[in-house]
């Protein structure tokens, strides 16, 4: 499966790099909010800008769910809620960085729709969103040691905590 980032400031461009990333071979998009977010925004604009993604292709979605510290950019509950109902979107990377968060974005969204895909985010904190709970995990560090993470989910996925505990403790050192 091949998934593909698209971010843009713009909903239009957004829009397109959607097209171009479909017609490349995506099989789905992960959508990044806009950096400006961060600053302030209406929450009807998160999902105008959603919907123009939704419009422009026929590939299934991702969310990003943006650092707590990224301002305004992380989702409202209200508004990860209404984005999240849309049924082309799949699941979402939570990126929270802040477990409370992390847990409470499960939580709402597995009571939502128990099929929603939660994947952990943030290389240093994986140990902790396997142990709250996961689909898996969409981490840049994969690209880098991608067996020491697959081998990290197995033993988490199987409970091995004392395994994925070892584990952890390197991918901490190269995160």
């Known amino acids: 499966v ?4 698209i971010n843009a400031e713009s909903s239009l461009v957004l829009a397109e790099d959607a ?3 479909e017609g490349a071979g995506a099989d789905l998009l992960l959508v990044f909010p806009p950096n400006s977010f961060a600053l ?3 929450p009807e604009t998160a999902l105008i ?3 123009y993604v939704l419009e422009a292709t026929s590939l299934p979605l991702l969310l990003y769910g943006a650092p707590v510290g990224a301002g305004a950019m992380a989702y409202d509950a209200a508004t990860l809620g209404q984005l999240a ?3 082309r979107v799949l699941g979402i ?3 929270s960085w802040e477990v409370a968060a992390y847990e409470a974005n499960r939580r709402q969204l597995l ?3 128990p099929d929603f895909v939660v994947l952990g985010s943030g290389d ?3 140990l902790t969103s396997y142990l709250i709970g996961s689909a898996g995990s969409q981490v840049s560090l994969a690209a880098v040691a991608p067996k020491l993470c697959a081998d990290f989910y197995t033993a988490a996925s199987s409970s091995d905590w004392a395994t994925a505990r070892r584990l952890h403790a390197l991918i901490y050192q190269l995160s």
Do not use: V
């Open 40 to 42: 302030s925004h209406d």
């Open 93 to 95: 990377k939570d990126g």
């Open 124 to 126: 240093e904190h994986l």
């Open 111 to 113: 009571a939502m729709r």
């Open 49 to 51: 800008h959603q919907r």
């Open 2 to 5: 091949i998934c593909s980032g």
């Open 85 to 87: 109902s849309e049924p």
């Open 19 to 21: 097209r171009l990333a």
